[in-house]
């Protein structure tokens, strides 16, 4: 992986754990947590995603969109599992 490749992950991360923690109210873990949450959630979102039949596209909007989907999902299920 080369350093760009990491600036972009990072960022797209950056940007998806963002919009997941404007959609699941009361879950954000701050920048750097909204960043992990974000590259986690588009490593889900890639395996999820495709058994259920959806595909986004390609490019950074399309990636950006993926990631925040699987930052939803993980934001909700993490919400779901501190509630308990």
Do not use: D, H, Q
């Not at 940007?15 to 920048?31: D, P, S, Y």
């Not at 930052?71 to 509630?83: H, M, N």
């Amino acid at each position: 992986m080369t350093l760009e490749v990491l600036v972009i992950v990072l960022i797209i991360g950056a940007i998806a754990g963002w919009l997941a923690g404007l959609i699941v109210k009361g879950v954000g873990f701050g920048l750097i947590g909204n960043i992990i949450v974000g590259i986690v959630g588009a490593f889900i979102a890639n395996w999820l995603l495709p058994y259920i039949g959806v595909f986004v596209g390609g490019g950074i909007i399309a990636s950006i969109i993926n990631a925040t989907i699987g930052a939803v999902i993980l934001l909700v299920i993490i919400g779901l599992v501190k509630r308990a």
